[in-house]
T-cell receptor, first 116, second 117 residues
Framework: DQQVKQNSPSLSVQEGRISILNCDYTNSMFDYFLWYKKYPAEGPTFLIS?????DKNEDGRFTVFLNKSAKHLSLHIVPSQPGDSAVYFC???????????????FGQGTTLQVKP | ETGVTQSPTHLIKTRGQQVTLRCSSQ?????VSWYQQALGQGPQFIFQ???????GRGNFPPRFSGLQFPNYSSELNVNALELDDSALYLCASIPREAGPLGGDTQYFGPGTRLTVL
């Protein structure tokens, strides 16, 4: 049962253009969402997060949008740079509720390639 | 640089053997989570330790066990290794001020690549 899905395994974008990575989730108890970036031979690195009380969060070139009714979030990178080439994971957590442990549920990842 | 280290970086074992993977967190990070990442998949939560006690577990059998030590290090032990245990094992530590919920403050190590033959 894949509660967090990234349906696009890969994305290729030209440098300077916008990269849009998508993520869908099924569990309505999720109330906190995160994006991580992962380079080969490194662990995932936190990029940006959003709480379910918001629909947008921006940090420099990175913006995350949350559509709760559609159970969908997206990460926008503008402008894209070659150094952004990596695997991007979305993750979800249910911070409220009993017995929560801060467990993150990850999607399968999307490999982003930004071409110079 | 997250300050989280893992050892060894690579490991090859045979089916039925036992393995211990190690993680060293930053000082003050009193919560650690372990994840398994199979090839082409996202990390899957194994369990979390908070103040040296297990604080939540994912859908993994009891042959996956862990320990957390007062010096902010931890171990993941896997008994009776199976071929499907081949994966990248990641630990993530959480600062004391964040509490066990973590949120956006889980700092991942580079992982240990385990191959079971």
């Amino acid at each position: 049962d894949q509660q967090v899905k990234q349906n696009s395994p890969s994305l290729s974008v030209q440098e300077g253009r916008i990269s849009i990575l998508n993520c869908d989730y099924t569990n309505s108890m999720f109330d906190y969402f995160l994006w991580y970036k992962k380079y080969p031979a490194e662990g995932p690195t936190f990029l940006i997060s959003i709480s379910s009380i918001k629909d947008k969060n921006e940090d420099g070139r990175f913006t995350v949008f949350l559509n709760k009714s559609a159970k969908h979030l997206s990460l926008h990178i503008v402008p894209s740079q070659p150094g952004d080439s990596a695997v991007y994971f979305c993750a979800a957590s249910a911070l409220r509720g009993s017995g929560n442990t801060g467990k993150l549920i990850f999607g399968q990842g999307t490999t982003l390639q930004v071409k110079p | 640089e997250t300050g989280v280290t893992q050892s060894p970086t690579h490991l090859i074992k045979t089916r039925g053997q036992q393995v211990t993977l190690r993680c060293s967190s930053q000082s003050g990070h009193n919560t650690v989570s372990w994840y398994q990442q199979a090839l082409g998949q996202g990390p899957q939560f194994i369990f979390q330790y908070y103040r040296e006690e297990e604080n939540g577990r994912g859908n993994f059998p009891p042959r996956f066990s862990g320990l957390q030590f007062p010096n902010y290090s931890s171990e993941l032990n896997v008994n009776a290794l199976e071929l499907d245990d081949s994966a990248l094992y990641l630990c993530a530590s959480i600062p004391r001020e964040a509490g066990p919920l973590g949120g956006d403050t889980q700092y991942f190590g580079p992982g240990t690549r385990l191959t079971v033959l």
